[in-house]
T-cell receptor
Framework: DGGITQSPKYLFRKEGQNVTLSCEQN?????MYWYRQDPGQGLRLIYY???????QKGDIAEGYSVSREKKESFPLTVTSAQKNPTAFYLC???????????FGDGTRLSIL | GQQLNQSPQSMFIQEGEDVSMNCTSS?????WLWYKQDPGEGPVLLIA?????ELTSNGRLTAQFGITRKDSFLNISASIPSDVGIYFC?????????????FGAGTQVVVTP
């Protein structure tokens, strides 16, 4: 089946630890995105990538990093610099920029 | 920051009733999208709107792109229990050449039998 796969579903982070969230898509989409969702708020954009080896900061990029070495993969690293990392993280992709985005099922990150 | 105002924040309705929610902004949008999110899952695209005045249906769902390009609404007719969830509007600003999405804060819909 085609789609966007995020893993793991749940992730726990210790203080001072970096963690990486996986996002893989087999839709042959060029553009990929990472969002953060907090209760009662809309989605906020962390990073986005239009093509391989290119990515741009979104509205809340501080404390996060990404890479886009392959078209189908866009992993997000939550670094120790992100002081409030507890949230639901959503990955999305679109066939191109300006096209509707489709989402994965998310990763819930919590602090131990 | 967030530029979309979505209302109502939540709705409690009886099965069979119609539901209406809307998003407004002071900015002009090129595209409006409506998503539904179930607990613990990612948002699913319901309807995409691309032209001012456009009215589009998807089963019991109907959405419109406002004439001023600053608002959109979503209607759900004859609600059923599986309509429960959070509905989000999202738009692409006309001033954003890359087409990043702005999201509303969501409307929580609860359907009672």
């Amino acid at each position: 089946d085609g789609g966007i796969t995020q893993s793991p579903k749940y992730l726990f982070r210790k203080e001072g630890q970096n963690v990486t969230l996986s996002c893989e898509q087999n839709l042959n989409h060029d553009a990929m995105y990472w969002y953060r969702q907090d209760p009662g708020q809309g989605l906020r954009l962390i990073y986005y990538s239009q093509i391989v080896n290119d990515f741009q900061k979104g509205d809340i990029a501080e404390g996060y990093s990404v890479s886009r070495e392959k078209k189908e993969s866009f992993p997000l690293t939550v670094t120790s610099a992100q002081k409030n990392p507890t949230a639901f993280y959503l990955c999305a992709s679109s066939i191109a920029q300006n096209q509707p985005q489709h989402f994965g099922d998310g990763t819930r990150l919590s602090i131990l | 920051g967030q530029q979309l105002n979505q209302s109502p924040q939540s709705m409690f309705i009886q099965e069979g009733e119609d539901v209406s929610m809307n998003c407004t902004s002071s900015s002009i949008f090129n595209t409006w999208l409506w998503y539904k999110q179930d607990p613990g899952e990612g948002p699913v695209l319901l309807i995409a709107l691309y032209k001012a005045g456009e009215l589009t249906s998807n089963g019991r769902l109907t959405a419109q792109f406002g004439i001023t390009r600053k608002d959109s609404f979503l209607n759900i007719s004859a609600s059923i229990p599986s309509d429960v969830g959070i509905y989000f509007c999202a738009g692409q600003l006309s001033t954003d050449s890359w087409g990043k999405l702005q999201f509303g804060a969501g409307t929580q819909v609860v359907v009672t039998p």
